[in-house]
């Protein structure tokens, strides 16, 4: 159900930048790009949110493609503490395919 | 402003018996999503609520499974009669409103263990 590609993991040094990607290439124009990650054995907390232009907040980036097909997380300074599982989902709430997580990229970090 | 509540966190029954999971959102959400999540796997949608009414069951197995919201009280999703197969992470989120630019807040989850 998913609408997003990404790789199944990826590996990072601590405090170095990390660029997770998400490919959508069947979005459509009113759907918003969310990041959410999972530490283990908790529930998945919200990282980042765009819809056409690039954003930033405390935790991340998220740049997103000029035609809207892909999107990059940006960890500027890896640490141990952001080792998770990054899912990235198109929120559509007008059709059945809300929220819907896919498999995610899990990202080690190692020191 | 206490986040999204799941009881229990851990949950064990033996086939046959009936499991309820209990999600209470944060004050002021009226939507609330449930989850489950297989070892190893990732989160698979189940249900979408909004006070009273079930918006989006698609994801919901036809048989022994259910959700509820009621105009008070916490969200219920409850598992009848449960295999082993239904061992899980169960997860619930919450939301104020269902709005694209709308993100998600999740519990910690309940761990449904089926002996």
């Known amino acids: 159900d998913a609408k997003t590609t990404q790789p199944n993991s990826m590996e990072s040094n601590e405090e170095e930048p990390v660029h997770l990607p998400c490919n959508h290439s069947t979005i459509s124009g009113t759907d918003y790009i969310h990041w959410y990650r999972q530490l283990p054995s908790q529930g998945p907390e919200y990282v980042i949110h765009g819809l056409t232009s690039n954003v930033n907040n405390r935790m991340a980036s998220l740049a997103i493609a000029e035609d809207r097909k892909s999107s990059t997380l940006i960890l500027h300074r890896a640490t141990l503490r952001d080792a998770a599982v990054y899912y990235c989902i198109l929120r559509d709430v007008g059709g059945n395919n809300d929220m819907r997580f896919g498999a995610g990229t899990r990202l080690t970090v190692k020191p | 402003n206490a986040g999204v509540m799941q009881n229990p966190r851990h949950l064990v029954r033996r086939r046959g018996q009936e499991a309820r999971l209990r999600c209470s959102p944060m004050?002021?959400?009226?939507?609330v999503y449930w989850y489950r999540q297989l070892p190893e796997e990732g989160l698979k949608f189940m249900v979408y609520?909004?006070?009273?009414?079930?918006?989006?069951e698609s994801g919901m197995p036809k048989e022994r499974f259910s959700a509820e919201f009621p105009k008070e009280g916490p969200s219920i999703l409850r598992i009848q009669q449960v295999v082993r197969g239904d061992s899980a992470a169960y997860f619930c989120?919450?939301?104020?409103?269902?709005?694209?630019?709308?993100?998600?807040?999740f519990g910690s989850g309940t761990q449904l263990s089926v002996l």
């Open positions: 989120a919450s939301s104020p409103l269902r709005e694209r630019s709308e993100k998600l807040f």
């Open positions: 609520l909004q006070k009273e009414n079930i918006i989006d």
């Open positions: 004050k002021g959400h009226s939507h």
